[in-house]
């Protein structure tokens, strides 16, 4: 049974993650809700954005601090108490006055774990065995993004995409090492999500999955996206 829960490891919890859990019971985190309660919780901070300012501003971070140009990018993890230490400085706004990394890959691994996160999956878990079924059909994976998903899960899925798209020019790739497939690989669990508990079956379908991913990667037109925040 796949399960989202802390991370194994040896780690000791640093002190800023011990004041981030602790502060969680008095004050909404950004992180592990649904779209619609991230959504209303920036209402009033941000009251003219369309997609919630995690996921933007943490894109913007990772091409500011070079995420165009690094060498796995997605793909290799970024310090693991540096990104509990950034989630924390996002949910208590410290990131205002002071931005706690310029490490592109600590980003990174935040905006997968933002996605991976939330309490239903961008794409929902109705459309699930529809994605997989079509999951080589350029037009019917447009339908299912443009057509079937909530308009804030529509707008989610396709900012991510178009963000992802960025990284697909020759030279970027040549300086990544990451194409379409690599960036379809690590993001198809952020975006999808198997609502049972049957590992066989969360085998089998990682391969649709991901080729779900990356036809949107390919195909999807995200143009209208332009400039929408």
């Given at each position: 049974m796949i399960e989202r829960g802390p991370k194994m490891g040896s780690e000791k919890p640093t002190e800023k993650t011990l004041c981030h859990v602790m502060q969680l019971p008095l004050k909404k985190s950004m992180?592990?809700?649904s779209l619609g309660e991230v959504m209303n919780l920036q209402l009033y901070s941000h009251p003219n954005h369309h997609l919630p300012w995690v996921l933007t501003l943490l894109a913007e971070k990772i091409i500011e601090?070079?995420?165009?140009?690094?060498?796995?990018?997605?793909?290799?993890?970024?310090?693991i108490d540096m990104v509990a230490a950034l989630k924390s400085s996002l949910d208590s706004g410290e990131h205002v006055s002071s931005f706690p990394t310029k490490d592109p890959c600590v980003c990174a691994s935040l905006f997968k774990e933002w996605l991976?996160?939330?309490?239903?999956?961008?794409?929902?878990?109705?459309?699930?065995?529809?994605?997989?079924?079509?999951?080589?059909?350029?037009?019917?994976?447009?339908?299912?993004?443009?057509?079937?998903?909530?308009?804030?899960?529509r707008l989610v899925v396709t900012y991510v995409i178009r963000f992802?798209?960025?990284?697909?020019?020759?030279?970027?790739?040549?300086?990544?090492?990451?194409?379409?497939?690599?960036?379809?690989?690590?993001?198809?669990?952020?975006?999808?999500?198997?609502?049972g508990t049957d590992l066989k079956v969360v085998m089998d379908n990682a391969e649709s999955e991901m080729k779900f991913v990356r036809t949107l990667i390919n195909h999807l037109d995200t143009s209208y996206m332009d400039g929408v925040v």
């Open positions: 992180f592990s809700v601090f070079g995420g165009h140009t690094t060498l796995g990018i997605f793909r290799v993890p970024g310090d991976r996160e939330l309490y239903d999956p961008v794409i929902p878990h109705e459309q699930y065995e529809t994605c997989l079924a079509s999951c080589e059909n350029p037009n019917y994976c447009a339908t299912i993004i443009n057509d079937q998903l909530p308009n804030i899960n992802l798209q960025s990284f697909l020019t020759e030279e970027r790739k040549g300086a990544t090492r990451m194409n379409a497939d690599n960036l379809a690989m690590v993001f198809a669990p952020n975006l999808l999500r198997y609502s």
